[in-house]
């Protein structure tokens, strides 16, 4: 009796971590395989679209906020049992392959597959190694990044999206001990891939639409100025203008109350479901710089203004923002230079000027790469499937 196919997945915290993971499950279970997914209380909830195709295991690990011993205590407690558990489970359901996407709700499976001697893939989503991949990159099989990786090792992989040699040298170099490094690009979710390279309409003499997003959890920076930014815009501008913007409950009804007083139209929510129909139908996207919202942007093929997270570790953000510019595709503002009166002026210029949204719109479909997840879902599925 052949043995089925059997993937362990683990993402947890923000979107960002969570959904190229989401978008390598969905691929695996079109691949045949059977998925378990392994995550903590934030990340089980952006599992629900595809919660009945895979099984779920919440984990109880979280960030260690400060240095008290009773806090390291209960994280590293929490890390034990999780490991016990997620051993006990690797023994009954003996997974091919592990694959994790970083973050702090990766570290027991990471630890449970190296002690059970189950191969190990890590799935870096920005240009910059996070803590958690750094550490379990030694003993990983392979290391895949979704931005062009800053590393200190020059023999990084590029696999191109039409390219199936790529993914045979990345196999052949797999079956070798040296773990290896490839950019195959940040996996997206199929909804998103549906609206990939949508029709870009410059802005115009036209109606014309913003998207304004945080990543999963919003950022309160831009309630607080982008209603008042768009104030300062021209009338003419304003009455032509739609925007959706996401933020947090918090500061909704600032925010609707500022972009009535602005005249223009507006959606405000917590969280949008169609965040691809709203990028789709957007003009312009102001953003963090996440790479996992950044990758979908990057797919439909929008310009963006991006304000990195002056605060991300290892200055990831900004690292994956300079990305994004080189190809043309966003406008920079750091954060202490965010302001009502800078991102007017930037908002003013970009809607007087089709010819260069359009660039950017060219350029954020340069850099992007549609079929990540499926070229990852092929690597693994040709290394680990059960012959």
Not at 4 to 28: D, K, Q, W, Y
Not at 182 to 204: D, F, H, M, Q
Not at 306 to 325: C, I
Not at 354 to 359: F, G, K, N, P
Request: hydrophobic fraction near 45%; charge should be positive.
């Amino acid at each position: 009796m052949q043995r089925s196919n059997n993937i362990c997945i683990s993402a947890g915290g923000t979107g960002g971590h969570i959904f190229p993971a989401v978008a390598l499950a969905e691929r695996m279970l079109k691949f045949g395989w059977d998925v378990d997914f392994v995550t903590d209380q934030r990340g089980a909830g952006f599992l629900k679209p595809i919660s009945k195709s895979i099984s779920v295991k919440v984990v109880q690990v979280k960030q260690i906020k400060n240095s008290k011993i009773l806090s390291w205590y209960n994280f590293l407690f929490n890390i034990f049992l999780s490991v016990v558990s997620c051993y006990i489970s690797f023994r009954y359901k003996k997974p091919n392959v592990v694959v994790g996407f970083g973050g702090y709700s990766s570290l027991p499976i990471c630890i449970s597959a190296i002690v059970s001697r189950v191969p190990l893939v890590l799935h870096e989503q920005n240009s910059v190694v996070g803590r958690v991949n750094k550490f379990f990159l030694s003993k990983s099989k392979c290391m895949a990044f979704g931005f062009p990786p800053l590393i200190d090792r020059q023999d990084v992989l590029k696999i191109e999206d039409q390219s199936f040699n790529d993914l045979a040298t990345a196999i052949r170099k797999m079956e070798k001990k040296k773990p290896i490094l490839v950019y195959i690009g940040n996996p997206v979710r199929a909804e998103i891939l549906s609206r990939k390279n949508s029709i870009y309409t410059p802005p115009g003499d036209w109606p014309v639409a913003i998207f304004i997003v945080g990543g999963s959890q919003s950022a309160d920076i831009f309630g607080h100025i982008v209603p008042k930014s768009l104030l300062q815009l021209p009338e003419k501008l304003r009455f032509r203008l739609r925007v959706y913007f996401q933020v947090r409950k918090e500061l909704r009804e600032m925010v609707i109350s500022e972009l009535q007083y602005a005249g223009v139209r507006f959606e405000v929510s917590e969280f949008f479901d169609d965040i691809s129909e709203k990028i789709a139908n957007s003009q312009l996207i102001i953003s963090r710089a996440g790479a996992s919202t950044l990758s979908e942007i990057a797919i439909i093929g929008r310009p963006s203004i991006l304000v990195p997270l002056p605060t991300a570790k290892d200055d990831h953000q900004n690292k994956n923002a300079l990305a994004m510019e080189a190809a043309g595709a966003s406008i920079i503002i750091r954060q202490e230079d965010f302001s009502p009166d800078n991102l007017s002026k930037e908002l003013e210029k970009f809607f007087a000027s089709s010819a260069q949204a359009e660039d950017m719109a060219a350029g954020a479909l340069n850099f992007s790469k549609p079929r990540a997840s499926e070229n990852f879902g092929l690597l693994l599925n040709q290394m680990y499937r059960a012959e």
